[in-house]
């Protein structure tokens, strides 16, 4: 069974940092891109970032570009997500998400329980 | 970017009703798109990908069409526990967009 275990977030004031993890479990981690998506409170899904299986490519959205930085450990399946100078429009939770297969486009079939990151002073 | 727009934002319907949700691209993603749902408090669900092929799981009164940049979400026979909000999703290019939502209540 697909697993993944959001944790990390928590309340930070504007300008400060935070890191997520995602453990992955009950899939071959290092086969399949993986996501970061976000949902204000109350609002719709926000794409974030995505790393490729091999972890050698990476994009982002424009929102966070430059201020988050999204990386992997294969050796402890695990999906990172650093964002820097964070503000409160950046208040959200964060969901983990895997890349469904190398065929059907960017298609996330599986998604986290999300953690809530809050930004306030 | 390519914005995804859905319509309309939020329908009423009853039991057993045929419901219907569009989503245009503002370019074409030939079926590059996906539709999800999510109930609240929980993470979105995957219903369709390709724009009409159904996830394995998915009931069968879910259906999806559409290519280029006109798609639709279609729910044969409304069920009690359809009642949530519907994304599209295209999945053809960076950066990855959502479309805003669509709220089914019953």
């Known amino acids: 069974e697909v697993q993944l275990v959001e944790s990390g977030g928590g309340l930070v004031q504007p300008g400060g940092s935070l890191r997520l993890s995602c453990a992955a479990s009950g899939f071959t981690f290092s086969n399949f891109d993986m996501s970061w998506v976000r949902q204000a409170p109350g609002k719709g899904l926000q794409w974030v970032s995505l790393?490729?299986?091999?972890?050698?490519?990476?994009y982002y959205g424009d929102s966070v570009k430059g201020r988050f930085t999204i990386s992997r450990d294969k050796s402890k399946n695990t999906l990172y997500l650093q964002m820097d100078s964070l503000t409160v429009d950046d208040t959200a939770v964060y969901y983990c998400?895997?890349?469904?297969?190398?065929?059907?486009?960017?298609?996330?079939?599986?998604w986290g329980q999300g953690t809530l990151v809050t930004v306030s002073s | 970017d390519i914005q995804m727009t859905q319509s309309p934002s939020s329908v009423s319907a009853s039991v057993g009703d045929r419901v219907t949700i569009t989503c245009r691209a503002s370019?074409?993603?030939?079926?590059?798109l996906a539709w999800y749902q999510q109930k609240p408090g929980k993470a979105p669900n995957l219903l369709i990908y390709?724009?009409?092929s159904l996830e394995s799981g998915v009931p069968s009164r879910f259906s999806g069409s559409g290519s280029g940049t006109d798609f639709t979400l279609t729910i044969s026979s409304l069920q009690p526990e359809d009642s949530a909000t519907y994304y599209c999703?295209?999945?053809?290019?960076?950066?990855?967009?959502f479309g805003g939502g669509a709220q089914v209540e019953i």
């Open positions: 998400a895997k890349r469904r297969d190398y065929y059907h486009g960017q298609t996330i079939d599986y």
């Open positions: 790393i490729s299986n091999s972890g050698s490519s990476t």
């Open positions: 390709d724009a009409s």
């Open positions: 999703q295209q999945t053809h290019v960076f950066p990855l967009t």
């Open positions: 370019q074409g993603i030939s079926t590059r």
